[in-house]
């Protein structure tokens, strides 16, 4: 099977969305994906095989860095000034407009396993 771009898309999405807790529909809808491609795509990944193939790792040593998404979210009130993190695996940290950034990156840096 060639692996085209939109292939690698849905294969990522398909992949993070089975590492996170949330549900298909769930994920669908908070990264802005037709449920129904998304289902049609799982389906044809799954029966292609692609699914049950590790992913491609890159041979070079890890760069500390994480791909993060930004996703702004219309609130008002008290909870606008909150920030969430979402680890892999669904683990989330929350915090508001006042806590000091060292404290932030101290518990950013201890869920993730990383070293300052």
């Avoid at 999405?13 to 129904?36: D, F, G, I, T």
């Avoid at 799982?42 to 860095?65: C, D, E, R, T, Y």
Wanted: aromatic fraction near 6%; charged fraction near 25%; proline fraction near 8%.
């Amino acid at each position: 099977m060639k692996v085209t771009k939109k292939r690698r898309e849905w294969l990522d999405h398909v992949r993070r969305c089975e590492q996170s807790p949330l549900s298909m529909s769930a994920y669908a809808k908070r990264h802005k994906l037709n449920l129904s491609n998304f289902y049609q795509a799982k389906s044809f990944l799954k029966k292609s095989g692609a699914l049950n193939q590790k992913p491609i790792v890159n041979s070079s040593p890890p760069s500390g860095f994480t791909k993060v998404s930004i996703e702004p979210v219309a609130r008002q009130g008290p909870e606008s000034s909150r920030c969430e993190i979402v680890l892999p695996g669904g683990l989330t940290f929350r915090f508001d407009q006042n806590t000091p950034i060292d404290r932030i990156r101290s518990i950013a840096v201890t869920l993730s396993g990383l070293h300052p």
